[in-house]
């Protein structure tokens, strides 16, 4: 199990490349991870709702996602409150002090997941949620030092050297763990190390000495994964293509809402070169570009609320005066229209007028949609595979031509008379090449050398196998195969 000295140390990323190299070695590997706190959601072949990460480890490791990968799944509405999502199904929304309340009654399924995924694999690489040293959570633990005692799991504590003071972070977690915990940490793994490791051996050194638990390995940052980030930290700043000055390549800006959910959908844009990527908190930020975004939101009503009050539903409107491209994705295709209701108190409650860019009408319900979705674009393809995570129902008052055609027939979406404005419900799209060339070459983006696209899933299938060939490297993976009683490399 990898335990993190906090959030943001690198530990999804490194139980996918885990799961890759143990799949590359013959054994059968799943990820589990019991708690997951994002916005970024998938789908599962069976329609259940689980986090992203889960399912890019379940990619990495060559087997399908389903839900007892993440058999809860905190999508974070407020500051203190939470819709969950227990194996796939949202319940409903509860503050923190509500939610810990309920740990015992959601400790079965975490157990029973657990149980299901580890029938079927070899290996299960566990992954445990910000810090296990929390003296205000450990008695209602359901995702670190609880889960690894449940499943008699070695535990490597992982820390971010990138951030500094990455060796108090693992003495201080040490000291802060109840015996028994403590007991189960096998050993520490450095994250994201820049520079020559040998220079860390007598820091390394000191660090076992106080903590008596040995370093397995200095793992370097790896840099264009292609794989998407978990948490909305990693927005910050624009992405630029190497060697490149802003001013000379096309500009996707991705309005950063406060809500921002399903941001892995614009992944693929951050790997297509010769593409500059901006997330813009302001209208500044969306000056010269030619596509703009309105992504997902897990509030629609208030990230509504807060763009008018930033003054950015003026700005997205004279964007397409301008002859801009505007693409809404699910909250941000509801946004696009007249009036967001919201009578039921799904998120915000209430109503607000939308940007009035396409004649549509949201009203959010209770029940929420999660499907995956075989569709074509319109007017003439391609085809392509997506899925859709959302509340309520949209209506087109207006004779529009649909963004795409679902499988059966039925349409999805809207596009203005001029073109400019489009809107979709569907995510993931961007990850098929030809439909990611498409919008960019709509919205007059595509780049002047463009090269052969490549679809997203290839580029984070690269991606996987030099994840696995620097853990490899980096790891004493004989002292890994050790702890997990394999045979296979010494």
Same mark, same amino acid.
């Not at 939101?297 to 509504?304: G, V």
């Not at 994840?467 to 394999?486: F, N, P, S, W």
């Given at each position: 199990m990898l335990q993190g000295t906090s959030s943001h140390v690198g530990k999804t990323v490194l139980v996918a490349g885990l799961c890759r190299l143990l799949a590359q070695d013959g054994f059968r590997v799943a990820p589990f991870k019991s708690q997951n706190m994002s916005l970024n959601a998938h789908v599962a072949p069976d329609g259940g709702e689980l986090g992203w990460a889960q399912a890019m480890q379940a990619e990495a490791a060559g087997v399908p996602a389903r839900v007892e990968m993440n058999p809860i799944l905190l999508k974070p509405r407020a500051d203190a409150m939470s819709q969950v999502v227990v194996l796939g199904k949202a319940i409903r929304d509860m503050p923190a002090r509500e939610y810990y309340h309920h740990a015992a009654r959601l400790w079965p399924a975490v157990r029973s997941s657990y149980a299901a995924i580890a029938r079927e694999a070899d290996v299960v690489v566990i992954e445990g949620a910000g810090s296990p040293a929390e003296p205000n959570l450990m008695r209602r633990d359901l995702a670190n030092m609880r889960v690894a005692a449940m499943a008699r799991a070695p535990v490597l504590l992982v820390g971010d050297i990138d951030r500094g003071g990455v060796f108090a972070s693992l003495v201080g977690t040490m000291a802060i763990l109840e015996p028994p915990h403590r007991r189960r940490v096998a050993g520490f793994v450095i994250n994201k190390f820049r520079g020559d490791a040998r220079l860390l051996a007598p820091a390394l050194r000191d660090l076992e000495r106080r903590a008596h638990r040995p370093v397995l390995g200095v793992v370097p940052h790896v840099h264009d994964l292609s794989l998407p980030e978990e948490d909305s930290v990693a927005l910050d700043g624009p992405s630029f293509p190497p060697g490149s000055e802003p001013s000379s390549v096309p500009t996707v800006a991705i309005v950063k809402l406060p809500h921002i959910a399903n941001f892995t959908d614009f992944a693929p844009l951050e790997s297509e070169q010769g593409v500059r990527v901006v997330y813009a908190g302001s209208s500044r930020d969306l000056s010269? #570009? =030619?596509? $703009?975004?309105?992504? !997902?939101?897990?509030?629609? @009503?208030?990230?509504?609320?807060?763009?008018?009050? +930033?003054?950015?539903?003026?700005?997205? #409107? =004279?964007? $397409?005066?301008?002859? !801009?491209?505007?693409?809404? @994705?699910?909250?941000?295709?509801?946004?696009?229209? +007249?009036?967001?209701?919201?009578?039921?108190?799904?998120?915000?409650?209430?109503?607000?007028?939308?940007?009035?860019?396409?004649?549509?009408?949201?009203?959010?319900?209770?029940?929420?949609?999660?499907?995956?979705?075989?569709?074509?674009?319109?007017?003439?393809?391609?085809?392509?595979e997506a899925y859709e995570i959302h509340a309520g129902t949209t209506r087109v008052e207006g004779d529009l031509a649909p963004f795409c055609v679902r499988g059966g027939g039925a349409p999805d979406g809207a596009v203005s008379a001029d073109g400019r404005v489009r809107g979709t419900y569907l995510h993931g799209l961007l990850d098929a090449g030809v439909v990611r060339r498409r919008v960019l070459e709509w919205a007059g983006a595509l780049p002047a050398a463009a090269t052969t696209a490549r679809d997203h899933r290839a580029l984070r299938?690269?991606?996987?196998?030099?994840?696995?060939?620097?853990?490899?490297?980096?790891?004493?993976?004989?002292?890994?195969?050790?702890?997990?009683?394999?045979s296979g490399v010494s």
């Open positions: 010269g #570009a =030619a596509l $703009v975004v309105l992504p !997902g939101s897990k509030d629609t @009503i208030a990230d509504l609320r807060w763009l008018k009050s +930033r003054g950015l539903d003026g700005a997205l #409107a =004279a964007h $397409v005066r301008r002859g !801009g491209a505007l693409l809404g @994705i699910c909250g941000g295709y509801q946004m696009l229209g +007249r009036m967001v209701e919201d009578p039921h108190g799904v998120e915000s409650g209430g109503a607000e007028p939308g940007l009035a860019l396409l004649p549509l009408h949201t009203t959010l319900e209770p029940a929420k949609v999660t499907q995956r979705v075989k569709a074509r674009l319109l007017p003439d393809g391609p085809d392509f299938e690269a991606g996987y196998d030099r994840l696995a060939h620097t853990l490899r490297e980096a790891l004493d993976i004989g002292a890994v195969y050790r702890l997990l009683g394999l």
